[in-house]
């Protein structure tokens, strides 16, 4: 049977969900910038990657297909039957694969700094073996670079997260992105989608990932973010938060607008 995820609900009971997933080597607190926002209308189901933000990390290896899994089985747990999903980056391609492997339980779905294949699979294996073998301390050195303009200076709480983060769950997701390719399968998406880049996201450019994402979903929107890196709703919360409510307007009304 598939784990339920750590998870934690905000906003007004009764609302629709929206579920928000984290990237790697963040926890659920990569979405405190749009919350406000987001509670005002939504009831907001956030929830951690294995071994991020103080959840465990399984004792095997795992997908990105077992995480979206693990997101459906949240859903059956918690009783939502059709949810709005949102995530970055990893938490992204999750929503990627929950929307082909439960197409009636995503009701809306919003990509942000994300891609449909995270570029070769041997750099992805290399960290997960640095990370198993010196800790997260070497890939969260550079995390701020990756994850940031150089002009931002708010990167030290995001930063903080990935150096909590267990060795072995970064490992586990670090192989989980290898493995991942939905490229081929993104013509069968069905739900409402709106893809966000951030301009100058170092990881996921706007070409070559999130163009590609935008091209191969049906009627798939994209809005790129000028100024912002890889956590673009971290670095431009403003515009992010109001790209998504606005596509979660259009598409999975809250209730008290
Ligand atoms: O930390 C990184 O390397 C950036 C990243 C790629 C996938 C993800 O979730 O974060």
Redesign the pocket.
């Known amino acids: 049977m598939t784990a339920v995820p750590r998870h934690r609900l905000d906003g007004p009971d009764g609302a629709p969900v929206v579920v928000l997933g984290p ?3 963040t926890s659920m607190d990569l979405w405190l910038p749009q919350l406000p926002a987001l509670t005002r209308a939504w009831r907001t189901l956030r929830y951690e990657l294995p071994g991020h933000g103080g959840a465990p990390a399984p004792g095997g290896p795992f997908t990105v297909e077992d995480l979206a899994e693990g997101v459906v089985a949240l859903l059956d747990a918690l009783g939502v039957e059709r949810a709005a999903y949102a995530g ?4 992204g ?1 999750v929503g990627t694969a929950l929307a082909l492997r439960a197409p009636e339980r995503v009701a809306s779905l919003v990509l942000c700094c ?1 891609s449909p294949r ?1 570029g070769d699979p041997g750099p992805w294996r290399e ?1 997960a073996a640095l990370v198993r073998r010196e800790g997260v301390g070497p ?1 969260a050195d550079g ?1 701020a670079g ?2 940031f303009t150089p002009s931002f200076t708010g990167a030290e709480p995001y930063v903080a997260m ?1 150096r909590a983060t267990g060795a072995e769950g970064y490992a586990g ?1 670090c192989d989980a ?1 290898a493995a991942f390719d939905a490229t081929a399968r993104l013509a069968e998406i069905r739900a409402p989608v709106l893809v966000v880049a951030g301009a100058q996201d170092g ?2 450019p706007p070409r070559g990932h999130a163009d590609r994402l935008a091209a191969g979903i049906p009627g798939a929107r994209l809005t790129v973010v000028e100024g912002a890196g ?1 956590l673009a709703n971290a670095e431009r919360p403003a515009e992010v938060t109001e790209a998504i409510t606005a596509h979660l307007d259009r598409t999975w009304r809250g209730t008290r607008r």
């Open positions: 990237s790697l080597g970055v980056s990893l938490g391609a994300t995270f960290r890939v995390a990756r994850w990935l997701c992105l990881p996921t890889h």
